[in-house]
């Protein structure tokens, strides 16, 4: 059976022959083909060289993760049978796809998108990054309270909004943190930096929550049919819980020495100017 986007099941018994999900499908090829069409019209209504390799390389690879982490079978897992699958999908979302995907867009292309006469709301956004935060971070907890999470995993479209919600928090994120970074200096590092480190507190948290609770939160995955035998539903709770408290660790540290590392470039003196204008720098921007 074709479904639209991976849902919970709680009766359906996991099984690892491959199911396909349309909407899913559907999605990807519109992200890429929007991206291929956006890059072209503004390098030909600007006259600029496409996109570089670097960027090109990082929409390729942010694009094959999304699909490998939000079809089947991490998917499908996340949406109804592992709570640990659901956290994986978090982490790649928050600290590899969507950085990657900030990057894969042109600054002067990002920042003709806030000139819209619509953009107004995005401008809001992306150019206050404590709005960013919060977005981000209320985003993660409404919907790891137990009965929107419960509620919205037993619908295929809620499992879409929540995959959408949380990749589209964070790379609005990591845009603002990048609009908030002065063209040719880092004034800012030391605020940026908190930024990035304040990323990890609420999956912190919650992280602790989930590793220390004596029975399983979330309806979902306690009646769950096991798709791995003698994995408990507590089991994948304390699982995920210990993912979410200790396994973003590496990523934030790469992420935070990408902070010094942009801050040592500009400190660095350079005979050519600096490079690109400040995202601040637009009609309606601050």
């Known amino acids: 059976m074709v479904r639209w986007w991976c849902s919970g099941q709680v009766a359906v018994p996991w099984t690892w022959t491959p199911q396909p999900y349309i909407g899913i499908w559907l999605t990807m ?11 072209r019209a503004h390098a030909r209504s600007t006259g600029d060289t496409y996109p570089t390799r670097g960027q090109l390389a990082a929409f390729v690879v942010g694009w094959l993760l999304l699909w490998a982490t939000t079809d089947w079978p991490l998917g499908a897992l996340a949406a109804g049978y592992l709570l640990t699958a659901s956290m994986v999908q978090i982490v790649l979302y928050y600290y590899i796809i969507a950085p990657l995907f900030v990057h894969a867009i042109p600054r002067d292309l990002r920042i003709r998108c806030l000139t819209g ?37 037993a619908l295929q479209v809620g499992t879409m909004l929540m995959d959408t919600s949380w990749l589209l928090t964070a790379f609005l994120y990591w845009w603002a943190l990048d609009a908030y970074r002065p063209a040719g200096q880092d004034a800012r590092f030391g605020t940026r930096l908190l930024y990035v480190m304040g990323s ?5 948290l919650l992280g602790i929550i989930l590793t220390f609770h004596n029975f399983p939160i979330y309806t979902t995955y306690e009646f769950a049919n096991r798709a791995f035998i003698g994995f408990t539903a507590l089991d994948d709770q304390q699982a995920a819980g210990l993912l979410m408290w200790m396994g973003m660790v590496p990523l934030l540290m790469v992420r935070l020495g990408l902070v010094f590392y942009e801050a040592a470039l500009a400190a660095t003196p350079s005979e050519s100017p600096a490079v690109g204008p400040n995202d601040h720098n637009v009609p309606g921007g601050r």
């Open 29 to 39: 090829i519109v992200l890429a083909v929007g991206y291929v069409v956006a890059v």
């Open 117 to 153: 006469r619509y953009a107004g709301p995005l401008r809001l956004v992306v150019q206050r990054p404590l709005i960013a935060f919060v977005l981000l971070t209320a985003t993660l907890i409404i919907t790891h309270i137990p009965v929107a999470t419960d509620t919205l995993k």
């Open 200 to 204: 990890k507190v609420v999956p912190t």
